[in-house]
């Protein structure tokens, strides 16, 4: 079982950056896929980006390609999502998860974190 802790949410003007951390711990953390998912009030929880184990291949969705930047350093078992030039839009939680196949359906995603409040005001 993976253990899974988001920081680094926080409230934050349109424009500007925030990066947050999935700090991961249990058995074989640094071997797993992991990706980053987000829920807007009202809505489905959304796929946002993910990478593979090594790190070497990244997958965004459409809408933050080119803004945000998926990264993990498995020394210290983190993983990171740099967000620039922030949107209303983006406003939502933001969950990190883990799984054992590099992909963006959430069901194949078998350990979560809590989730951190991303708000961006316009």
């Known amino acids: 079982q993976v253990q899974l802790v988001e920081s680094g949410g926080g409230l934050v003007q349109a424009g500007g950056s925030l990066r947050l951390s999935c700090a991961a711990s249990?058995?074989?953390?640094?071997?797993?896929?992991m990706g980053w998912f987000r829920q807007a009030p009202g809505k489905e929880r959304e796929f946002v980006a993910a990478?593979?184990?090594?790190?070497?291949?990244?997958y965004y969705t459409d809408s933050v390609k080119g803004r945000f930047t998926i990264s993990r350093d498995n020394a210290k078992n983190t993983m990171y999502l740099q967000m620039n030039s922030l949107k209303p839009e983006d406003t939502a939680v933001y969950y990190c998860?883990?799984?054992?196949?590099?992909?963006?359906?959430?069901?194949?995603?078998?350990?979560w974190g809590q989730g951190t409040q991303v708000t961006v005001s316009s």
């Open positions: 998860a883990s799984g054992t196949v590099y992909n963006r359906d959430q069901t194949r995603f078998a350990s």
């Open positions: 990478i593979n184990w090594s790190g070497g291949s990244t």
């Open positions: 249990g058995r074989a953390s640094g071997t797993l896929a």
